[in-house]
């Protein structure tokens, strides 16, 4: 018979083998490599409370894979359980056979019974999980912008090289920055540690007054196999507290060019352009009539509701714009039917207060999926009603549903899992 549950000890071998094999592109290159992978992972899932690997079992066989994530989330000012899934994969001989459905279902049951009412995913095929009630977040731009691009401000004073010493510091000074920026999740030692660790892996921190207040970690790329002597800068993450520290590491930035071929920025900032003296690529392309390519687009992390009445009681404290409106949601929820609901908040002066058996002066059908990405801020609601994502029972409260949902800042999330 089978079942779910978390993968022992004994188990890592195999998980690895799954893992393997549903991501090939990252896959262990000998059994060496293959061992010291297992007891990697299983020393990660002793040591830290907040990551879980589970399996799918069948006569005691281990036929699929996934990793949980226990997270604390910035909602605007306020912070909110969430939880993430990765590592999601199957044994390639028993594929279409509605594992990865059911380990999905258990994993949203599982954070559902423990309280948690968002969750997250970087999606292997946005459609699949989109279909499963996971609505997109923030877009990823990447740039690939020459350094003379950003702002020379002059002083770079306060930069200096960090090291394993300093990983509290920076775990701290990450922290401060998410408790402030929507969407972030709280990081831990063990998800910074690893730019300590890779020789090949710079961080560079900005101090003042004995204080962390930014860093910025990078690595170099060979980019012309025929030229050792041009190479580009990949920034992995980029944190400030201030503008002070953004500036000297922008003057940091400009200062390579005389070295630096390409700074390639990984950004969910959609006005970066404006930061750059020239936001061109080298794509050298035009899109019609005559725009300049700036960067290439991506679709990452996506968000789930599992409780559209409980995520209000979570955001209870939050400020939604001053509103004064009661608001029936019908929301259809196929792939989780415990949260196929209607559910009615009042909002008074901003605040939300979920009302049993209600009847709101609005009613707002949509599938869970834009739910989920309205109530992160990833989409406005007049763009959801406009491209038939979502009904209003009177159209004379489409500006105060709008108005409802307005966030001044789409979700940025800088952790991978």
């Not at 044994?91 to 380990?103: G, N, R, T, V």
């Not at 730019?195 to 860093?215: A, N, P, Q, R, S």
């Not at 969910?268 to 290439?296: A, C, K, M, W």
Request: proline fraction near 4%; aromatic fraction near 14%; glycine fraction near 6%.
């Amino acid at each position: 018979m089978a079942a779910i549950k978390r993968i022992p000890p004994d188990d890592f071998s195999d998980l690895v083998t799954i893992a393997d094999q549903a991501y090939p592109a990252l896959a262990s290159d000998s059994p060496e490599a293959k061992n010291k992978l297992a007891e990697r992972l299983k020393e990660v899932q002793m040591n830290n409370s907040f990551i879980h690997y589970y399996g799918y079992y069948d006569q005691n066989k281990l036929k699929g894979i996934m990793r949980f994530h226990d997270f604390s989330m910035t909602y605007h000012r306020e912070k909110i359980k969430a939880a993430g899934i990765g590592m999601v994969g199957v044994d390639l001989l028993y594929k279409k056979e509605k594992i990865a459905k059911q380990m999905l279902e258990y994993f949203m049951d599982f954070y559902h019974q423990k309280g948690v009412h968002m969750v997250s995913l970087y999606p292997f095929r946005p459609d699949f999980y989109k279909k499963m009630g996971f609505g997109f977040g923030t877009n990823q731009y990447r740039y690939r912008v020459k350094p003379s691009s950003f702002p020379y401000r002059g002083d770079k004073s306060h930069l200096t090289y960090l090291t394993m010493e300093d990983l509290p510091r920076t775990v701290a000074c990450y922290n401060q920055y998410a408790d402030r920026t929507h969407g972030c999740f709280e990081k831990r030692e063990y998800e910074l540690e690893k730019y300590f660790t890779d020789h090949k892996t710079k961080v560079i921190g900005f101090e003042k007054d004995g204080k962390l207040e930014g860093y910025l970690v990078f690595s170099f790329k060979q980019a012309d196999d025929q030229n050792f002597l041009v190479n580009d800068m990949e920034i992995k993450e980029w944190v400030y507290l201030n503008r002070e520290a953004f500036h000297e590491c922008c003057t940091f930035l400009h200062t390579q060019k005389d070295q630096i071929n390409r700074i390639v920025l990984d950004t969910q900032d959609e006005y970066v352009h404006f930061l750059l003296s020239d936001p061109r690529n080298d794509s050298g392309r035009l899109i019609p009539s005559v725009f300049h390519e700036t960067s290439t687009a991506g679709t990452g992390v996506m968000y789930r509701v599992i409780d559209a009445e409980r995520i209000f009681n979570d955001l209870q404290n939050h400020n939604f714009n001053g509103a004064d409106c009661t608001v029936t949601f019908q929301i259809t929820d196929t792939f989780f039917p415990k949260n196929n609901q209607e559910v009615t908040v009042y909002f008074h002066n901003g605040y939300p207060t979920v009302m049993a058996g209600a009847k709101g002066d609005v009613e707002v059908k949509l599938d869970i999926a834009d739910f989920s990405s309205l109530l992160m801020g990833a989409v406005p609601f007049e763009k959801l009603y406009w491209y038939g994502l979502a009904e209003i029972s009177d159209q004379s409260y489409a500006e105060t549903l709008q108005h409802i949902f307005f966030s001044h800042q789409k979700p940025i999330c800088l952790t991978s899992f």
